[in-house]
């Protein structure tokens, strides 16, 4: 469910023609619905107000600072794997004491950082990484609080670049080590156990993987508490995916449905580390069509949003609906929708059925509001794209164009080249 429909001819995010958004801000140009964006994150408030929960919004997903500032507001939390996703969601005003740090490759620098800031559990991928954080809490005479990060073996049914949680991925500790770790952890001067955590992968569209995860994990959280360790925190990572195409995943209340008879009667706090779903559908990504190509035997529409500023396509063959800004009724066409990018992997659509377009009229690329800017690039040296929230009538920049002066800023010339 989102906020960006047709009203007669034109698109509107909200209430604002996104043909006023282009005028204003040219393109590439990312939108945001704020109103959806709330919205998702309510869905899950409201899924599991009946069980105590923290909601941890995954920043990874999309790290703007307006974004985060609408979570914060929300009461959300938030799901790092940087120091610089920490600093981000501190600045916006996240409470530390919700916000959960995975990753399996934090520093001795980003673990510091996180000992100082306070925040409540690290969600510890190894057993080096153990040891390292201890050690790190010991020179800051503190005690870090942990969970470990527990990979279930469970084939979250997804494209295999964002499957998590089998066990030949490089994610957390095998499920079967588990209780050694668990041991080992609660022997380390400077370690506090309080939670287990798992993830399983990203773009899940059916219950069965969340709940069968869930059942392994419980089995452990079981056998924890009864061997007396103080598990507090229950976190069950993100990953429930969105619609792209003609997809009908769960929402979230009937995750919920799903997960709270399970968890029942257990004295435990649940987090959740949700991304794709609450800005996935939140966002579009608006170009304009620079050119018309045939070659090959194939229809080439050619727009000035690239691979760099939404990779998705390029990196999974990922889907995202393509629309016209202002519909034509001129019928159809099938073509690949490319970028400027010299990369012939450069591409949003592939023989894209699609409304025809004219040279200079604009094209929205649908659910591009997570994983988008996020991971996006200035290769071919393309300044970032501008970033737009809307809410109701009004609309603000929440990240202005990037310039021809960013992409050089920080570079140094050796002397002797002066
Ligand atoms: N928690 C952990 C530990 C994660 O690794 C992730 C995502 C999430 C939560 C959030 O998952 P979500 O709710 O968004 O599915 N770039 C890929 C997705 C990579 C996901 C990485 N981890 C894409 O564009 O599809």
Do not use: W
Not at 48 to 68: V, W
Not at 193 to 212: A, E, N, Y
Not at 220 to 230: A, G, I, Q
Request: aromatic share 8%.
């Amino acid at each position: 469910m989102h906020f960006f429909e047709y009203k007669g001819k034109e698109l509107y995010a909200e209430d604002v023609p996104v043909r006023v958004l282009t005028a204003k801000y040219g393109t590439p140009l990312y939108i945001y619905s704020c109103r959806t964006i709330e919205r998702h994150f309510r869905a899950y408030d409201e899924a599991y107000k009946a069980f105590p929960h923290i909601i941890c919004y995954a920043l990874k997903a999309n790290t703007n600072g307006a974004i985060l500032r609408v979570l914060a507001k929300n009461g959300g939390g938030a799901d790092i794997v940087s120091g610089g996703e920490l600093y981000r969601a501190l600045q916006a005003g996240i409470p530390s004491d919700k916000i959960v740090y995975a990753g399996v490759g934090k520093t001795e620098e980003e673990i510091r950082f996180a000992l100082t800031t306070g925040i409540l559990m690290f969600n510890v991928e190894s057993e080096d990484e153990l040891r390292e954080i201890d050690r790190v809490a010991g020179t800051m005479k503190k005690k870090a609080p942990i969970a470990l990060r527990i990979n279930p073996d469970i084939d979250p049914q997804t494209h295999p670049y964002i499957s998590t949680g089998l066990k030949e991925n490089k994610f957390g500790i095998a499920i079967g080590h588990a209780l050694e770790d668990y041991r080992l952890a609660s022997g380390l001067k400077h370690i506090k156990v309080v939670g287990v955590h798992k993830h399983i992968g990203s773009q899940i569209t059916k219950l069965s993987p969340f709940v069968d995860a869930m059942k392994r994990i419980l089995d452990l959280v079981d056998e924890l508490k009864r061997r007396k360790f103080d598990i507090r925190y229950l976190d069950i990572g993100g990953g429930l995916g969105i619609p792209y195409l003609d997809e009908a995943p769960p929402e979230p209340g009937d995750l919920a449905k799903g997960l709270l008879p399970l968890v029942d009667g257990r004295k435990i706090t649940l987090v959740m580390e949700p991304g794709r779903s609450i800005v996935g559908n939140a966002g579009i990504l608006v170009t304009k069509t620079l050119y018309l190509k045939r070659g090959g035997g194939k229809d080439y529409v050619i727009v000035d949003a690239g691979m760099n500023d939404l990779m998705r396509p390029s990196l999974y063959g990922a889907y995202h609906h393509i629309i016209p800004v202002v519909k034509n009724r001129r019928g159809k066409i099938t073509a690949d929708v490319v970028g400027p990018i010299c990369e012939s992997g450069d591409f949003l659509a592939k023989r894209r059925h699609i409304e025809k377009v004219n040279r200079g009229e604009y094209l929205a690329v649908m659910s591009a509001g997570a994983y988008g800017m996020s991971m996006s690039s200035n290769y071919n040296s393309r300044p970032a794209a501008a970033e737009v929230m809307v809410k109701g009538r009004t609309h603000s920049l929440i990240r202005k164009r990037g310039t021809y002066e960013d992409l050089v800023k920080d570079e140094q010339v050796p002397g002797y080249l002066r």
